[in-house]
């Protein structure tokens, strides 16, 4: 799977928006890599007292924010074939290979999360919704596989709307754990359901409608 690549020099001048863009991207991985080394500091002296699963979650998010570092690092646009540096590292395989571990990681860590609050609270609605999240988004990833490797627009926009159908089902049983919880995780949870609906309302008005429009 060959790429294309800009020159470097002519990507790099300021006045062309792509490299603000880049720029962008780097400070926000930069950013997230940053709170992932605080939350690791401050919480792997303390994982005994806050359950065996904290390693692990701790491992999940790594995987997560340090794959979307790499791909914020070297951007590329797989189906387009085409890259922003010319580096063996900006392949699609390498590329896609590490987005889809960091993504299953991701929606693991929901699934986790869903699946104690749940099972902590007698929330059985939050339990199923755990149970549902990541074969939802292994499949969602064959589908982005299945477009990076034809070429076909189309898979994108189920892969996506796979996504939303995951999502909604986490906002649903974030939505049941609301009457369970009060003052600070309340409005944790709250927010995390105004983050969830503005992620659907994007993939419904923007994302997947651009895929279906690139396939036909």
């Given amino acids: ?3 294309e690549c800009p020159a470097g020099s002519r990507f790099l ?11 962008f991207l780097t400070l926000v991985s930069a950013t997230n890599i940053a709170a992932w080394c605080l939350l690791y500091h401050y919480l792997q002296p303390q994982t005994g007292g806050l359950g065996a699963g904290i390693e692990l979650m701790l491992f999940l998010c790594a995987v997560y924010v340090f794959g979307c570092a790499f791909r914020s690092f070297l951007p590329r646009a797989d189906v387009q074939r085409i890259c922003l540096f010319d580096t063996w590292l900006s392949s699609v395989m390498v590329g896609r290979s590490v987005a889809t571990v960091a993504e299953v990681c991701f929606a693991v860590q929901w699934a986790i999360l869903l699946h104690r609050l749940g099972t902590m609270t007698g929330a059985q609605t939050a339990v199923a919704a755990a149970w549902l999240i990541v074969p939802l988004i292994v499949i969602a990833e064959g589908f982005s596989w299945h477009a990076v490797l034809t070429r076909n627009y189309r898979h994108n926009a189920i892969e996506n709307s796979i996504w939303a159908v995951t999502f909604f089902i986490v906002a649903v049983g974030l939505c049941r754990l609301l009457p369970e919880f ?6 944790v949870l709250i927010l995390a359901i105004i983050g969830i609906a503005g992620y659907l309302a994007f993939l419904a008005a923007v994302d997947v409608p651009m895929y279906l429009t690139r396939w036909r």
């Fill in 1 to 3: 799977m060959s790429l």
């Fill in 13 to 23: 001048a300021w006045s062309n928006p792509v490299a603000w863009w880049w720029c």
């Fill in 182 to 187: 009060d003052g600070v995780f309340r409005a």
